[in-house]
């Protein structure tokens, strides 16, 4: 794999192509025009929802976004949705009464992709006062197809808050996480940043072996396993969580040392070395 060279490039957003400022530094954006310039696209796989995504397009312009953990295909020129693979009604209803009744303390929000409604007492980190964010009951958020359904609880640790939320969901959706918080993100069944990004790879005639994929939390896993299992590059941040560590093919430095362009000019390097 000396001289692997990638046809498309995929990255997370939160906590690996961007710093922890949220900014996109310079370097990282000369770094992927040059490979742009050599017929190479980027993918931004996110667990963002499209209306997030209006500050990283100022800076990049063009490309695809694979929003929502792979709900929403997003073109980022026009900002338009390509495409999407929501939570459907039935669905939604049936999970959020069923973990309401193992925990009544636990709060939904949901993602309809330019918009976002929340229960009173859900706490929302961010966007609070934002256009699209609004208050709703949990009958009027669930009655119609949302991106992706938010359950958070406030006390319980982490890990075993997502765990909870996987054993009462079952296969009846996906559910990840990519916070630090006792939040869980819960997809259309078999809906990850995988399927996501094999869809956008497929469009442009590529394939898992010739992706190289960036990620730093366990809601890239399914990427990693899906580029890393066809032979491609997953490469996780130096702080990334220890579950996408373990099943990483490389590790590059951290975002605010811009881990994602270093490890596309050791690339670019030493393709450069190898000659034609």
Partial sequence: MSDWRPRLIASDMDGTLLRHDESVSAATVAELERWRADGVPL???????????HGVREVLRHGT????????????EPMEILDESPLEPDTLQAITA??????????????????FRHEPVYQPRWDVDAPGVATATLEEMTSAPAAKLL????????????????????RRATVTNSSTDALAEISAP????????????????????????FGDMPNDIAAFEWVRDGGGRAVAMAHAHPDLLAVATDVTVGNDEDGVAAFLSSLWSHRRDQGP
Avoid: I
């Fill in 151 to 170: 359950a958070r609880h406030e006390s319980m640790p982490r890990d075993a808050f997502v765990q909870l939320v996987e054993q009462v969901v079952g």
């Fill in 98 to 115: 069923e973990l309401r009744a193992h925990h009544a303390s636990m709060w939904f929000a949901v993602e309809y992709g330019w918009e």
């Fill in 190 to 213: 078999g809906v990850t940043k995988a399927t996501g990004l094999a869809t956008v790879a497929a469009r442009h005639g590529v394939g898992p072996e010739d992706v190289v994929v």
């Fill in 43 to 53: 993918v931004l796989a996110t667990g963002r929802p499209p209306r997030w995504m």
């Fill in 65 to 76: 976004a694979v929003c929502c953990n792979g709900a929403v295909l997003l073109d980022l």
